[in-house]
């Protein structure tokens, strides 16, 4: 650095980063713009034909995107909106959009807030939309002021549409033109969800009301995965990328499905270690080292609000996984082991039933999968689980836990 650009600079931190160039564009929230998008013309083709509408200010399709986590079911429908609005835009027509993510917002009123929140301008509608304080009802009154004032069009995207508490909110949002609450404009879904089995678990009120279209995103192959990097590659400062970075992280994030969230995640762990341990270039090793990190992590989000009687029950399984060639323990198994472990922590050990409860619940969670054996026999009872994740991260993500980390001697 010049001496002159430094002056004043406070020097107890680093102003040029030696690896990076740009790290928001490995950041899960950037959106990439249309050139940096991969594989994924036909979905992106469905999406529009599905939106095409709103350009014109018509209702557009009603639309549901199935696939696993990593398939860029969230990127390609913000991308594709993003173009409906400014195509839209050329004409004169208004369209706006909200992007909900259900995980963090499952109820009604959260829900029609965040929705009215995106598209209100308070000048327009007359209408203001507090944080707090009102009920649902007036909640969605609102909403169809601010709809009405402020949009020819609204796309609403509703991310883990499976985790809604109650799904009610569909069908006033897909009925709302048919019920006169809105007379001036249109709303359309994109109803977006890792499980594929999603739609059966809908009220069959839902289910008749929703006129929609399906739409299904397959994994990635590493072909693609590696195509998805090297278009991210001015992330990093030239030259800073051994050649063998980009296939060995495709590769590995391939491994179980092709993923490519956990593909820039591993990329970018692999450029803060390098930058960590001072090196000049991002290698090998820091990828294998990124991969585990990211696993750690990725897991660490999906166990850290659970309370210490589950960390040890999963702790149990992980003993059992480790100890042992077989890969899946019934619950009584589990349990014995579990009670050990609660002795040793100063837990009260809990009951055989509720510790089935606990199990189910991280089934639930994608921590580990649980499947029936004999069916119809006493619920549960004969379940037998398994770990969903390599049992050494398991257990390093456990230890992090101030009470569990006792048992690391
Ligand atoms: N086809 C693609 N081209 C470029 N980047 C992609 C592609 N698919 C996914 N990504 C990137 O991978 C990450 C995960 O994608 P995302 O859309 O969140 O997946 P999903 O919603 O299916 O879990 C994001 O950072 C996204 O930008
Ligand atoms: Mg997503």
């Not at 499976?162 to 569909?170: P, S, W, Y």
């Not at 006129?211 to 693609?224: K, S």
Request: contains cysteine.
């Amino acid at each position: 650095m010049p001496p002159d650009e430094s002056v004043g600079r406070d020097p107890l931190f680093q102003y040029d980063d030696p690896i990076f160039a740009d790290e928001r564009l490995l950041e899960i929230t950037h959106l990439p713009g249309p050139d940096r998008i991969v594989g994924r013309d036909e979905q992106m083709q469905r999406v529009a034909e599905a939106l095409n509408p709103a350009i014109f200010g018509s209702e557009p399709t009603h639309l549901f995107i199935f696939g696993k986590t990593g398939t860029g079911k969230s990127l390609i429908s913000r991308s594709v909106t993003q173009r409906v609005i400014t195509e839209a835009d050329r004409d004169g027509i208004t369209v706006k959009y909200a992007f909900i993510d259900c995980g963090e917002q499952n109820t009604e009123a959260a829900i029609v807030k965040t929705i009215g929140q995106a598209v209100n301008e308070p000048d327009r509608s007359g209408v203001s939309i507090p944080d707090r304080g009102l009920g649902t009802g007036d909640y969605y009154k609102r909403l169809w002021q601010a709809v009405d004032a402020c949009t020819d069009v609204t796309i609403v995207i509703l991310d883990e549409i499976d985790m809604l508490e109650d799904d009610e909110v569909l069908r006033k949002l897909s009925r709302a033109g048919e019920n006169r609450r809105i007379s001036d404009s249109r709303v359309g879904i994109i109803g977006i969800s890792n499980k594929i089995d999603f739609p059966d678990g809908l009220s069959e009120r839902v289910k008749s009301s929703l006129a929609r279209d399906e739409l299904v995103f397959p994994p990635y192959d590493a072909t693609q995965l590696v195509d998805i990097l090297e278009k991210r590659r001015d992330a990093f400062h030239e030259g800073v990328l051994t050649d063998d970075v980009i296939p060995l992280t495709s590769a590995l994030a391939a491994q179980e499905h092709g993923d490519a969230r956990k593909a820039i995640d591993i990329l970018r762990n692999a450029g803060r270690l390098a930058k960590k341990g001072n090196d000049a270039l991002v290698a090998e090793e820091h990828v294998r080292a990124a991969k585990e990190k990211t696993e750690a992590d990725r897991f660490n989000e999906l166990i850290e609000g659970s309370p210490q009687q589950a960390k040890a029950i999963l702790y149990a399984l992980t003993l059992l996984t480790e100890n042992s060639i077989s890969e899946e323990f019934p619950t009584k198994v589990i349990y014995s082991q579990y009670k050990g472990i609660a002795g040793r922590l100063g837990l009260d050990a809990l009951s055989e039933r509720r510790v089935q409860e606990i199990l189910q619940e991280l089934n639930f969670l994608n921590v580990i999968q649980s499947e029936r054996e004999g069916r119809g026999r006493g619920r549960g009872a004969h379940a037998k689980h398994r770990l969903l994740e390599d049992p050494s991260i398991v257990k390093k993500v456990l230890l992090r836990d101030s009470r569990l980390s006792t048992l690391d001697a």
